[in-house]
């Protein structure tokens, strides 16, 4: 089993920053991807950022290219998401998973989900 934890939301203004980290603990010699997904109350949980654990290729929803970075710190088993130049419309519960196979945006392969961590974005 893996547990994550996320830590580092908040509320911030419109065009300012915030930096989400992802804590793993337990079998972590079982990831192979990190991902950052985000959900809005009542609606579908959506993908935001994928990173392979061990060899660096990094996917990004459209909505947040340019804006959002994800990055890991192996040593320290943890995935950050740096998200800048934050918009009203980025306001969401922002969840954490892991899986054990190659993966990007398919939200059905992630076998382990952090808790999740509220961001909200004033305009």
């Known amino acids: 089993q893996v547990q994550l934890v996320e830590s580092g939301g908040g509320l911030v203004q419109a065009g300012g920053s915030l930096r989400l980290s992802c804590a793993a603990s337990?079998?972590?010699?079982?990831?192979?991807?990190m991902a950052w997904f985000r959900q809005v109350s009542g609606q579908e949980r959506e993908f935001v950022a994928a990173?392979?654990?061990?060899?660096?290729?990094?996917y990004y929803a459209d909505s947040v290219k340019g804006r959002f970075t994800i990055s890991r710190d192996n040593a320290r088993i943890t995935a950050y998401l740096q998200m800048n130049g934050l918009k009203p419309e980025d306001t969401a519960v922002y969840y954490c998973?892991?899986?054990?196979?190659?993966?990007?945006?398919?939200?059905?392969?992630?076998?382990?989900w952090g808790k999740g961590a509220q961001v909200a974005v004033a305009s």
């Open positions: 998973a892991a899986s054990t196979k190659t993966n990007g945006d398919a939200i059905a392969r992630y076998e382990y």
């Open positions: 337990g079998r972590t010699f079982s990831i192979a991807t």
């Open positions: 990173s392979s654990w061990r060899y660096g290729p990094t």
